[in-house]
């Protein structure tokens, strides 16, 4: 079965700590996997994906297919990185639908 | 900015009633997604169309409907209201390519009283 799971609900770190934010998915397919994050119960917005192999805001994610993870890491946390993080599965069917299975969301809180 | 509209930013109603919310996608895209985000439930997918068709169905109520229209924007029409249906809905947009990431609105905040 599809699916991604985020095993952290909360992670609670300190300014200037790294950050690593889990994601794990089951898709037998090739995933393309994004992160998406919300500040303040706003819009969410697309922080990353693996194709593009970016640092956006400092956040870099690595698709690890023999581990199937999909990890979101900052070396240097930051007050304004608190917010909720998820992360999503992007998957095209034979019929050319998409379809996307989202985690459950992490949310970060960044300490002063 | 998204570059996707949704309105009305906040609607209060009261229990049984029914109200509209609206969706513009970004310009281009086909695709329009509806989810549902309330405090205990997280981001729940409610609905896709493509270019007028629906694609896909995820955790919708048959209370809600939605339809994607000729010029694709967007409605997702809920009746019969609950106290449990407040919550945020946002609708987001995409482009064809597989890749191509989900462009979200702002989000309407509905209130039922």
């Known amino acids: 079965a599809q699916r991604v799971t985020q095993p952290e609900k909360l992670l609670s770190v300190f300014k200037g700590a790294p950050v690593e934010l889990k994601c794990n998915y089951s898709y037998s397919g090739s995933p393309e996997l994004f992160w998406y994050v919300q500040y303040s119960r706003q819009r969410l917005q697309l922080l990353l994906r693996h194709i593009s192999r970016e640092s956006i805001k400092g956040f870099t994610a690595d698709l690890n297919k023999g581990e199937t993870s999909f990890h979101l890491k900052k070396p240097f946390a930051q007050e304004e990185d608190s917010a909720m993080y998820y992360c999503a599965l992007h998957i095209t069917n034979a019929g050319n639908n998409r379809k996307l299975i989202w985690g459950l969301g992490t949310s970060l809180a960044v300490n002063p | 900015d998204s570059g996707v509209t949704q309105t009305p930013k906040h609607l209060i109603t009261a229990t049984g009633q029914r109200v509209t919310l609206r969706c513009s996608p970004r310009s281009g895209d086909l695709s329009v997604y509806w989810y549902q985000q309330s405090l205990d439930q997280g981001l729940q997918f409610l609905i896709q169309?493509?270019?007028?068709?629906?694609?896909a169905k995820g955790n919708i109520l048959e209370r809600f409907s939605a339809q994607q229209f000729p010029d694709l924007h967007s409605e997702l029409n809920l009746s019969s209201l609950e106290l449990g249906d407040s919550a945020l809905y946002f609708c987001?947009?995409?482009?064809?390519?597989?890749?191509?990431?989900?462009?979200f609105g702002n989000g309407t905040r509905l209130t039922v009283t």
């Open positions: 169309y493509y270019n007028g068709e629906e694609r």
């Open positions: 987001a947009s995409s482009g064809r390519g597989g890749n191509s990431p989900l462009h």
